[in-house]
């Protein structure tokens, strides 16, 4: 059971952050984005993955941002926004590309906590994320459920705790059943975090994604083509 709002208040916070973001070959994304052409989604999925990297940069607790991807688009669009690129090593899927990037950090910052964000919340704001990663700090090792209630979009670790990410499919059970805290049950510490809940796989998401307020380059792509109608 997660701690009451008095409990993390009286706790100290003040940690810096090494965060993950894994991020597909455009080629391969956000094959859910019906009525898109296959260009449209791979340019719809730079975009989101561009707005959730700058959000995370810009969060202010958060000392590095590790972009795990083997698409020389998004390396390039990451490194420009103050990432760090690295290659999926792995190449065995999400959680795999988040332990490889959260293991780069480790090595050379062992005293920063590590987190993984989903790289698909194009309406993200860095107030959300940090006082997310604020939580966590004071809880452990701690996740935000995606707007569905069944996936997850963060998860995260401090020092001294095991970074065991669960995302896909039914992750909130797999995390709650691992007992890590699910950070919405103490909103009246964080709010609702509506943006960091918010990812894109179908053009409902993105719809809804645009009601909160998308970040530059998806509210800009959005914007040239009219593609939300409806």
Same mark, same amino acid.
């Given at each position: 059971m997660a701690p009451d709002a008095d409990l993390l208040a009286a706790r100290p916070a003040a940690l810096n952050w090494s965060l993950?973001?894994?991020?597909?070959?455009?080629?391969?994304a956000k094959s859910r984005l019906t009525g898109l052409a296959d260009h449209s989604r791979s340019e719809f999925a730079l975009a989101m993955a561009a707005d959730t990297i700058a959000a995370a940069v810009e969060a202010e607790t958060v000392a590095a941002v590790v972009v795990v991807t083997d698409d020389p688009e998004v390396g390039d669009i990451g490194a420009e926004l103050g990432a760090i690129v690295v290659a999926d090593t792995p190449q065995a899927? %999400?959680?795999?590309? %988040?332990?490889?990037? #959260?293991?780069?950090?480790?090595?050379?910052?062992?005293?920063? /906590?590590?987190?993984? %964000? =989903? /790289?698909? &919340?194009p309406a993200l704001k860095p107030g959300e994320l940090?006082?997310? %990663?604020?939580?966590?700090?004071?809880?452990? #090792?701690?996740?935000v459920p995606d707007a569905a209630g069944t996936g997850t979009t963060l998860y995260a670790a401090p020092?001294? =705790?095991?970074?065991?990410?669960?995302?896909?499919? =039914?992750s909130r059970d797999r995390h709650l059943a691992a007992g890590v805290v699910e950070l919405t049950a103490v909103e009246l510490a964080l709010g609702e975090l509506i943006g960091l809940r918010r990812d894109v796989d179908t053009m409902a998401d993105l719809r =809804?994604?645009?009601?909160? /307020?998308?970040?530059?380059?998806?509210?800009? &792509?959005?914007? #040239?083509?009219?593609r939300l109608s409806g």
């Open positions: 993950v973001i894994p991020v597909k070959v455009l080629a391969q899927g %999400l959680n795999e590309a %988040l332990v490889h990037g #959260a293991g780069y950090s480790e090595q050379r910052w062992p005293d920063r /906590g590590r987190a993984g %964000l =989903a /790289g698909d &919340l940090t006082a997310a %990663l604020a939580a966590s700090a004071r809880v452990g #090792a701690a996740f020092p001294g =705790a095991r970074f065991s990410p669960q995302f896909g499919p =039914a =809804a994604a645009a009601r909160i /307020g998308l970040g530059p380059r998806t509210r800009a &792509l959005v914007a #040239a083509g009219g």
